[in-house]
């Protein structure tokens, strides 16, 4: 496994520990004393991973840490960590998108648990990123008159309709749904409207005049 986790705590034994605990799981570990280390070397998306954060650290608390990781649109899981667990925080973490929220001391098995789950989580969208990314670039390459024929047709107009919507022929449509077929590398409409879904391309057309 090459994943990374994070580590944000203050209290330098723990960190080591924890260090040394996840390095020989097979992790790839960074740690920070800080909330403000963490930002200063904010990970990217380049690699899985996830964030073991606890709630009381010096400056900038951990839930602080979630709401500004937030702000900046940052993918990777967070589990929270702690000695200090109340009611109140372990809800507004969950809510705020937490992935999990530990209890220090905690067993191995548990920590490790929780760690898999989060990368897994990570993996997941980083590889429905990607995929939304290509997709995008694939209806990038469209033509004007290619993407409005693609528009029309993924609301249900059928050719002969695009036709008279677009004041063109029947054939010259067939050609353009042919190509916009080919670019969006698909085989079927029902493959097209899927990808207008997951790019939220498709909305309900005006009316067909006529």
């Known amino acids: 496994m090459h994943a990374y986790v994070h580590i944000v705590d203050d209290d330098a ?6 260090e040394r605990r996840l390095k020989l799981a097979g992790y ?13 070397r904010l990970p990217g998306d380049e690699e899985a991973g996830c ?12 839930p602080e840490l979630q709401g500004r990781l937030n702000e900046l649109q940052s993918t990777l899981p967070i589990v929270f960590l ?32 929780a760690i898999e789950r989060a990368v897994a989580r990570h993996e997941l969208a980083r590889s429905q990123r990607a995929r939304f990314d290509s997709l995008r670039a694939l209806l990038a390459r469209l033509t004007p008159r290619e993407r409005q024929v693609f528009d029309l047709i993924v609301c249900g107009r059928i050719n002969k309709q695009v036709a008279y ?7 010259t449509i067939k050609a353009h749904r042919h190509q ?5 590398q698909v085989q079927s409409l029902a493959e097209l409207v899927s990808i207008a879904e997951r790019l939220g391309t498709r909305q309900l057309g005006g009316a067909v005049r006529g």
Request: aromatic share 6%; hydrophobic share 45%; proline share 3%.
């Open 82 to 113: 702690t000695g200090y667990a109340d009611t109140a925080t372990t809800v507004q973490a969950i809510k705020a998108g937490a992935e999990d929220f530990l209890t220090k001391p905690i067993a191995s098995d548990q920590l490790i648990e």
């Open 180 to 184: 916009v077929m080919e670019k969006m």
């Open 51 to 62: 964030i073991l954060l606890d709630v009381r650290i010096p400056g900038m608390s951990g």
């Open 13 to 18: 034994s723990f960190r080591t520990a924890l």
């Open 165 to 171: 919507e677009l004041g063109t022929t029947e054939r």
């Open 28 to 40: 790839r570990v960074l740690t920070y004393a800080s909330a403000r280390q963490l930002l200063d």
